[in-house]
């Protein structure tokens, strides 16, 4: 378990330092250096700042590829609003790295428990489960952290859910990413004012006017927020968190899997393609709503663009989302080729998109057809990513902003987590980057000051 921990944060702190150089995390850092100086670092800034201020920088730039992890009970992305918030609390604590670990489990837990009960209906409402759902694991994630007792911790994910929100409708905008820096800085503060003897309603998940009630319009009591008994697994074993092998929405990742295994196996190219037809769950096809992206963050929820990466060059890199690279003429005239279609009969269904196959269909020129079906991503436990796409996803990551040795050194602290004494010893290696990191945000923090 303490492996598969290891894993999500280093996933998740890959896609963070990567996330740096983004416009929308540069507009977080700059914010978050004007709230004053602390003990909390941001990834790729030579200063510290207070532990909210730090969450939710780092929260942002965690989000803002679409490359961080996911996990089926939430329909979302766990590790975003936790980790951020675990390591910029621990760093002011100086908390162990096994500490941490032990924390992040526990808040997948709870998310697990609140998603389990919520979803698919609070989803399908159009919430972000992310910034929703996700706030309150991060709180309780928070208040483990702080060895808070179970009458705090309470209190902790009732502050955290007065300020639980954040909707679908920001997907493709720089507001999707906010909403997970949003949720870090808030569990760090609903912890801290656990921590401190605030307390608000002690019913807050079960009830008409609890979480359940408010959130999803169902009325079931608090027998319904179950958690493992003795010998069952804990949310991060079963049903595990998902890893993305593609900076782009989940929502596609079947398709994407579909279409390379095709690419690879008959070995024909974009020319050869007469026509694409994706059918995925209607929850999924919500998603994904630009036909034709106007700018890289678009891209990252558009199918016709995803797909046509796919088949014209077989793979899908950072690169390939940048503003300037969705306009590249070859996919730009694969993309009318390219029909998503919705599974019919899942627009009515209660059965979780998982349940429901993704069916790809690609007709060649020469006549022939292709075929697949898959309810399975890759990078999810039953179809796990190698040790080698790992640590290679995180030097792409952490490549963008620091040099070769830094790159390595992280991973290697990483790694050693359970055995580190103090997690500063890790974060302070996060503000030692290449200057052009520093640089852009230098001005404005000397404004600020």
């Known amino acids: 378990m303490q492996s598969l921990a290891v894993d999500g944060i280093r996933d998740l702190i890959g896609c963070m330092i990567a996330g740096t150089l983004e416009p929308?995390?540069?507009?977080?850092?700059r914010v978050a250096l004007a709230w004053g100086r602390g003990s909390s670092s941001i990834a790729g800034i030579d200063h510290t700042v207070s532990a909210p201020a730090s969450a939710f920088a780092n929260g942002t730039a965690a989000h803002v590829l679409d490359f961080d992890d996911s996990f089926a009970p939430l329909t979302g992305h766990p590790s975003a609003p936790i980790v951020p918030a675990l390591l910029a609390l621990g760093e002011e604590l100086g908390s162990s790295?096994?500490?941490?670990?032990?924390?992040?489990?526990?808040?997948?837990?709870?998310?697990?428990?609140?998603?389990?009960?919520?979803?698919?209906?609070?989803?399908?409402?159009?919430?972000?489960?992310?910034?929703?759902?996700?706030?309150?694991?991060s709180a309780a994630a928070c208040a483990r952290l702080l060895g808070l007792d179970a009458a705090q911790t309470t209190a902790a994910i009732s502050i955290a859910m007065s300020s639980s929100a954040g909707t679908r409708l920001q997907l493709g905008s720089p507001m999707k990413s906010v909403h997970a820096g949003f949720a870090a800085r808030d569990a760090v503060i609903a912890a801290r004012l656990a921590a401190e003897g605030m307390t608000g309603g002690s019913e807050v998940l079960a009830g008409e006017r609890g979480f359940q009630g408010l959130y999803t319009m169902s009325h079931a009591g608090e027998e319904a927020f179950t958690v493992?008994?003795?010998?069952e697994p804990l949310a991060i074993v079963s049903p595990g968190i998902t890893f993305k092998p593609y900076p782009t929405c989940g929502s596609t990742h079947r398709s994407l899997d579909?279409?390379?295994?095709?690419?690879t196996e008959h070995r024909f190219s974009g020319d050869d393609v007469d026509s694409a037809v994706l059918s995925i769950p209607a929850?999924?096809?919500?998603?994904?709503?630009?036909?034709?992206p106007a700018s890289g963050l678009e891209a990252k929820f558009s199918m016709p663009y995803c797909a046509a990466l796919a088949l014209e060059q077989g793979s899908l890199r950072l690169g390939d989302f940048d503003d300037a690279a969705i306009e590249r003429p070859r996919i730009q005239a694969l993309m009318p080729r390219i029909v998503m279609e919705t599974t019919p009969g899942s627009e009515h269904t209660e059965k979780d998109y998982l349940d429901l196959p993704a069916h790809t269909t690609v007709r060649l020129k020469d006549g022939s057809t292709l075929s697949d079906e898959?309810?399975?991503r890759r990078g999810s436990l039953s179809s796990p990513m190698s040790d080698q796409e790992h640590a290679g996803k995180?030097?792409?990551?952490?490549?963008?902003?620091?040099?070769?040795?830094?790159t390595e050194r992280l991973l290697?602290?990483?790694?050693?987590?359970?055995?580190t004494p103090d997690v500063r010893l890790f974060t302070s290696l996060l503000r030692q980057t290449k200057s052009q990191v520093a640089s852009s945000t230098d001005a404005s923090h000397h404004a600020a000051r």
């Open 24 to 29: 929308p995390s540069q507009k977080a850092i």
């Open 97 to 137: 790295g096994a500490a941490i670990l032990d924390a992040y489990v526990v808040g997948i837990e709870v998310l697990a428990t609140i998603a389990r009960v919520a979803n698919p209906s609070h989803y399908a409402m159009g919430w972000h489960s992310t910034a929703t759902i996700g706030r309150i694991g």
């Open 228 to 231: 493992p008994g003795e010998g």
């Open 258 to 263: 579909a279409l390379l295994f095709l690419k």
């Open 283 to 292: 929850l999924n096809v919500k998603n994904l709503i630009y036909d034709r």
């Open 374 to 376: 898959r309810y399975v």
């Open 394 to 406: 995180f030097r792409d990551c952490a490549g963008r902003v620091f040099g070769h040795s830094e």
């Open 412 to 419: 290697e602290l990483i790694s050693n987590l359970p055995v």
